[in-house]
């Protein structure tokens, strides 16, 4: 029996079990249901999973890959429930934003069979969430992040590569902290100021009007503040550090535009300006 | 000779002149050109144009209906030039983001003829600009705000509603205060914090890798910084007690948002992310 076993069924763990249902790479896969969490009855009826069981104890062992794809902040408690479970051959991975966090927990719960975990970000996020978001495509052509440490098997990273590249997706393999740096900048940043934009104009007293005469770039720019609360509170947390100082960094230049404009510094504006928009211009990934 | 005069042949300009030959609303459209800007002659072949001319002083008199589309910046300098040749019937409007400085403008420099001009924004701006980017149904269902003064006529009003209708655009009035400060916190602020971030990037040593990360995420943030810095400087200087306004709010949110993950604030977080979400959801116009 070859068998995946997938904690949280949401938009990733939905779409991980959707594509390896197509390529058929797993005998059986199975979701675990958390008490009073989403149902997962509709997704095994429409095919999307094999079983669905909140008796996760009773998977574990038999288990060849366990992927954790739930809020980050359930991540501990699952690594100190697999412990005393967890067949020698057994890989475990993970979907989670932030790594740092989830390689310590997993350092800490797995103790000596922390060798069998190796942390994955998929860079497949989207403000929808939960199964029904789900689509087999999800991974196409997206950047697989894949973060080893010291003692993981040459390979079980092997195999998680290829696991991801069978999802569709195109994997690189890097340090946790550089990781989490990165992502900071580029990710948890603008959606922290997306949010910040949208609760701007929720304690203004005309929200209404503004909300009527909101067009395309408010559109776009605050799509991501439509993101799940609870993922994005976990992530706020788990990458405090790199947070704080890009938040503080953009403080600085939230600033300098004030004085700017305040100054009427005309040419620094234009070239504050020209700067951003080349960089922009010449990224144009879709 | 009914005819339309349009200054500034860009991604507004031009796509005014296409569907108002689509629409036959005027029997012809000149464009007039800057020395040393974007040559009109393609667009004349192409048909978007009927004539292109930098000779705009033969053209005044003879318009019914003369249309602003410059950077802000160049409107002083235009209305001077109108003065002396507007004949008594022909309408005045712009197409620019910010209405105050317009307005003024128009009062210092076509002083009893000021009655003659009435503001316009319609609001389908993109990150693309130039005549190239200009398409007959950029203001389809678009919202257009219309900026009467105290001294316009009602006819003239009535006149311009009607010629954005034509174009595919929902109109309404508004004063150019409430306009500046409406779109200072809904458009020229997230335009700003995206200009931002992108220089954020800019300015850090692994740049490179950032923008090898960065995603979908990133691109709908920052798609508006890759617009025009030109256009943008000016909204700036011309918006700016307004954008400074919004700025110092942002600036405070920035720092909320630093203080509660700093606290590890768990439940303060929580809501503060779950308002923004819950608010973006809501608001779903496309």
């Not at 199964?131 to 697989?144: R, V």
């Not at 947390?237 to 890009?246: F, G």
Request: proline share 2%.
């Amino acid at each position: 029996m070859n068998k995946i076993l997938i904690f949280g069924v949401g938009l990733i763990g939905g779409s991980i079990a959707l594509k390896v249902k197509q390529m058929n790479l797993f005998e059986e896969i199975v979701g675990i249901s958390r008490t009073n969490g989403t149902n997962l009855a509709p997704f095994v009826k429409s095919g999307m999973l094999d079983r669905a069981t909140e008796n996760f104890e009773m998977e574990i062992e038999s288990s060849n890959l366990i992927i954790l794809a739930t809020p980050v902040a359930q991540t501990e408690i699952i690594f100190e429930k697999l412990y005393p479970l967890l067949a020698e051959d057994t890989i475990v991975t993970d979907a989670g934003s932030t790594k740092t966090n989830v390689d310590l927990a997993a350092k800490k719960f797995l103790k000596e069979k922390y060798n069998q975990f190796i942390g994955s970000h998929p860079i497949a996020g989207s403000e929808k969430h939960g199964p029904e978001a789900a689509k087999k495509d999800l991974f196409k052509n997206k950047n697989i992040i894949i973060t080893p440490h010291s003692q993981s098997k040459s390979e079980d990273l092997k195999k998680i590569q290829s696991f991801w590249k069978s999802l569709g997706g195109v994997t690189s393999v890097m340090d946790v902290k550089l990781h989490d740096e990165i992502f900071s900048t580029v990710s948890h940043l603008p959606h922290l100021l997306a949010f910040g934009l949208v609760n701007l104009i929720n304690d203004k007293k005309n929200k209404a009007i503004l909300l009527e005469f909101a067009a395309s770039g408010f559109r776009d720019f605050s799509r991501i503040a439509a993101s799940s609360a609870e993922m994005w509170r976990d992530i706020c947390l788990a990458n405090k550090e790199s947070i704080i100082t890009d938040l503080h960094l953009y403080k600085n230049e939230v600033e300098s535009i004030i004085a700017m404009i305040d100054q009427g510094s005309e040419e620094k504006l234009l070239s504050y300006l020209l700067k951003a928009s080349q960089t922009r211009k010449k990224w144009n990934k879709e």
